[in-house]
Every structure is written in C-alpha cells, then in structure tokens.
C-alpha cells in the first residue's frame, strides 16, 4: 500500500540540512550495538530476555518468515500483544521488509478493531494466544470475516495450527530460519528512511480515532532529541508499562532502548510493587510513563523495602505533576521528575532538561525541543504575548507524515504555513516553558464564560480524601454547561461536594469556577496511555444521572445513595 504524506522535499531538505533527520533505520542502531556488545541484554520481559545477537537473529528470521507468507513492502502487519519482546522482534522484522507496523493496545476488542483495521486495511495481524483471560485468536477469527485483507493470523504462544492463514509464532520463525540463504532480500528490501514504518491510531480521549503514518526518520528525530535531552547513553535501561501499543510505549519502550544500545524492562501489566523490585534488580534508571504512575510508586507497599538508587529520571506525561505528589516524590525517590508533553502525531514536543530549575516540575510542561517550535494564538490565530492562554500549535522535524484517511482529511488539521492544530491549550512564558492548560474541546462554556477543566484540579487534589479528578461539563438548561467534578475517593473515604467548595475557598479560587455538582466513582475510563477519557465521563453522566450528587450528598464508589438528581 503506497501512502500519500502531507511532508514535501522542501520540509525533507530542511530537517536533513539542520541535522533532526538521521537517516537511519532502527536496524542500524541494533546492527551497531550487535559489533559493540553481542551478548549484552537488550530486552527483559516477564517470560525472559534477549541479547542483541540473539535480537537481530530473532528479528531477520522472523522477517524471511513474513516474506514467506507474502507480506511486501507496505503491507500493514496489526500487532495487538503485550509489552512483550515479540512485539520488539516484529517491529524490527516489518522495518527490514519495508512493511508497516499497527501497534494496537491489548485493550482493545471487535467494536473498535473493526474500525482500525478497516482503515488499515492490515493484511494479518500477530496476537497472543491469550492475555488477561482474553482469547484474541478468536476474537480474530470473528474480525477475519469482516475483513477481507486479513489474509494471516500469527499466534504467540499458539500451537501450531494447519488452519489456512493461521500460524504460530515459533513456526514463523521456523519458516525463517529454514530460508537463511536468502538474507540477501533483506537487504535488497532495506526501506527508505522516509517510507511510511508505524501506522498507529490516536489513543481516543475525544472518540474520534484517526491512523497515524509515522517514518523512520520522523521517529528517529524525535528519539534523537529526547536522548540528547536527558543525556542517555547504553548504560541506561529504561522502563516501560505504558503499552506498546500507544505512542509512548512504541516510541520510548520499544525504540528507545535500541537507538543507544541500552536495555529495556518490560512490565505487560503496571504493578507498582513490581516496579520496585525490577529497579533493584535491573538496575532501572529511567521509566516513562503516564503521572498516575507516578501516585502509584509513591503508594507501592514495598517502596522503602528495596533499593532505587538507580532511578535517575521518572519522565511523566498526559497530566501535570500536582505539587504535593512532586513534594512527595522529591522526599521518597531519588529521581528527578521530568514532566513531558507529546502526541501521537507529533511525538515529545517539550519536556523539561536535567538543568532547568526543579520548579518547573510542577509549573510547566517542559520547553521545546531542538527540531521542534510551538505557537500560542488567540482565536483568530494571532500569535499571543507570553502568559496568555491560548490554542498550542506545534510544527518541527517531528512531525507525522499525514493520516491515512488521506491527504484532504489531514489537510484539515494544519494551518496553510504548516502549523499542526495540537487541540490543546496552554500558555507560555517568556523563557519558553509551556503550561497544558486542557483541550480546546474540554471547555466548559458556563452562561458564556469559558472554564477549563483542569483549573482548579490541581487544588482538588491537594484535599486528603480524593486520590483522582477530573472536571467536566455537563447540560444545563439556564447556564448551558456546569462543572462537574468526577472523583475516585481515597479507600475507605468519602467526601462531600461541600468538602471540596471549602478548600477551593480556602486556595482562593475564583468562585465562577467551582464544579457545581459531583460524580463519586470507582475508577475512571482511560485510554491505553493512562488519560482520563472525558467523553466517556460525559456519556456516563448522561447516561446514570444519579452519579451526580448535588451539594451536601455524599457518595461511595459511585453507589446508589442520594436520589435522583436532574443533571
């Protein structure tokens, strides 16, 4: 399948002459790391390890096996498994070939998958025989009937099958290994750096998926930078359980490792006590993650049981760091925090660096990276003086070379001088750290007046009961839309909407601005990445209006015990 990208040779001329494109494959980093150090660990998972030499054997025989399915240079490959190594070995085999790979989230079951691979149109997909209680090749086998192009399914961990276009993993790799004496295609396939290499749906925080065509090149600038950035080398191993199939885990869990010849730990389900013990053990001196990853490892049970010594950065992004889990953090760990700011589109736009003043932990997103430049406008699209909230536009080497719904559709979201419309606001300050302020959709118009979400949700979580919030707007006949204030309580606790007026007039919050109802629930809807999935929230509302308890109710865990209010 051939891809038409909205990036023109004057934007490739550009990055290549500055230096932000490298012109490599993620093979050649391997490839270098396998001459420096064969036998050193690459990839740690919780079923085992891989060297680098035993990583590029894995990955070229697993590429002459796909070869030998009949899988060609851009043929889309669905990789819906777990943090696992597989997912690695594939990634690199596709990239050998020239064929794309669709990282697709565990999560994920037929309602959406239908809309993927249709837009995908993947031509077989890898999966795990069965994760979390789940049965994914029957799942695929169901989804195989609705589309066509799905001609393969290749089970890890299956047992070999003699069903027509059904695999396993072990015999695909065995088909390989039988077809070593023709390594050569390998390299008569080599890609291009700029062919499209990551085909990846957006993580759905708005319900609206759309696919994704990343290259080579617009990966690797945005690896290079943040590398530069955080100043790492082979010997760092970094962490990853945010999954593989969002852009974080793909970019910095599967990719970042081998970019510096260092090692990757896996975790396929985040367990923070399991964290703990894989940085004892592994050595683990960077994880990225989303921040409630953050909450979770100050509350592990066996944090002060083991030694962390090595963690030198917790990289947080998808929300920002409230200042006292950044306080506790600064007393508990002997990291640094580094909040970060990205997207599917255009990878890690800003983060803060290793000698930016520790303040801007909790006041800011970070600053721009080297290749990457942002913008702050009104409506009308003026750019704005710094400190003004307005709408955050992005544009730089990292830049995602178009959706596949097809150039007119991607066209959409970019300015005529190559802006990209991030959808976010933010303000920036005159030394060029930005503040996420929230999404352009997630206002909340009250009689008139925008509020954003996220205003006071860094003072709600400072009250002792709650552990999570999130704001969101909800119907209203005189006013239009009201704040509501969607929490997940400490265990064992409640807490009453007057409890949460109080502190908000305790930390001087303007009273406009206060939720004027509450949501008491279990957990929230997330995406793979670990962000609050707002619309969820407002369907769920709309949906069970007794969720919503009026000032002075009080509620558990979203039970049932005030009466039925009108949202």
């Known amino acids: 399948m051939l891809y038409e990208t909205t990036l023109t040779r004057a934007d490739a001329d550009r990055y290549r002459a500055a230096g932000l494109w490298p012109d490599r494959l993620l093979a050649d980093d391997v490839a270098a790391a396998v001459a420096r150090h064969p036998e050193r660990t690459a990839l740690v998972d919780a079923r085992g390890r891989l060297t680098y030499a035993r990583l590029q054997e894995q990955a070229e025989h697993c590429a002459l096996g796909l070869l030998a399915l009949g899988i060609r240079k851009g043929d889309v490959v669905t990789a819906q498994l777990p943090n696992w190594n597989e997912f690695v070995v594939l990634m690199l085999a596709l990239e050998r070939i020239g064929a794309v790979i669709n990282p697709v989230a565990p999560i994920f079951r037929p309602r959406e998958l239908r809309v993927m691979l249709g837009l995908a149109r993947s031509v077989a997909a890898v999966v795990p025989a069965g994760f979390r209680g789940w049965d994914y090749p029957a799942m695929y086998a169901e989804l195989r009937r609705d589309a066509p192009p799905l001609r393969h399914l290749i089970v890890v961990d299956g047992e070999s099958s003699d069903t027509e276009g059904v695999c396993s993993w072990a015999q695909l790799l065995a088909s390989g290994a039988a077809r070593t004496d023709q390594r050569a295609a390998l390299d008569w396939l080599r890609p291009s750096p700029d062919d499209v290499t990551e085909l990846i749906f957006t993580s759905g925080t708005t319900g609206e998926p759309k696919g994704v065509l990343h290259t080579a090149n617009t990966l690797g600038a945005a690896a290079a930078a943040v590398i530069r950035g955080l100043d790492l080398t082979e010997a760092d191993v970094i962490h990853m359980a945010s999954t593989f199939g969002h852009q974080t885990g793909f ?14 730990v896996y975790q396929d389900v985040w367990d923070a006590a399991g964290f703990v013990r894989l940085i004892e053990r592994e050595g683990i001196t960077l994880t990225l993650g989303a921040t409630p990853f953050l909450s979770d490892t100050l509350r592990a049970p066996n944090l002060d049981d083991h030694d962390v010594a090595s963690l030198r950065l917790f990289a947080c992004g998808g929300a920002p760091i409230p200042q006292p889990l950044a306080e506790e953090a600064g007393r508990r760990l002997p990291c640094r925090l580094t909040p970060a700011w990205g997207m599917t589109e255009i990878g890690v736009v800003t983060l803060t660096f290793p000698d930016d003043p520790p303040a801007r932990t909790v006041t800011t997103d970070g600053r721009p990276l080297p ?5 702050v406008r009104d409506a ?3 750019e704005l003086p710094p400190d003004v909230e307005g709408e955050l536009y992005a544009r730089g080497a990292f830049a995602f070379a178009g959706y596949v719904q097809g150039r007119r559709f991607t066209e959409q979201y970019f300015t005529p001088d190559g802006w990209f419309t991030t959808g976010d606001r933010a303000r920036r ?21 925008n509020v954003l979400d996220l205003l006071d949700r860094d003072v709600l979580l400072g009250h002792p009961k709650v552990r999570s919030v999130a704001v969101v707007g909800v119907p209203d006949d ?13 265990p064992g606790e409640t807490v009453s909407l007057d ?5 908000l007039a305790e930390q001087q919050v303007t009273r406009q601005f206060w939720p004027e109802r509450l949501a008491l629930l279990a957990e929230f809807p997330m995406t793979p990445s670990g962000k609050v999935q707002k619309f969820r929230l407002q369907e769920l509302l709309l949906a069970e209006p007794v969720l919503v308890l009026p000032a002075g109710c009080a509620g558990v865990d979203g039970h049932r015990t005030a009466p039925r209010p009108r949202v």
């Open 371 to 375: 290749g990457m430049e942002i913008s």
């Open 478 to 490: 005189r006013l239009g839309e009201l704040g509501c204030a969607c929490v997940v309580a400490e």
């Open 251 to 264: 970019l910095a869990g599967a990719r970042f490792p081998l970019h510096i010849g260092g090692r990757g």
């Open 380 to 382: 009308a699209g003026a």
């Open 499 to 503: 409890e949460l007026r109080a502190l």
């Open 429 to 449: 300050d005159a030394d060029g750290f930005i503040r996420i302020t929230g999404r352009s959709k997630d206002l909340i118009i009250r009689g008139g007046e």
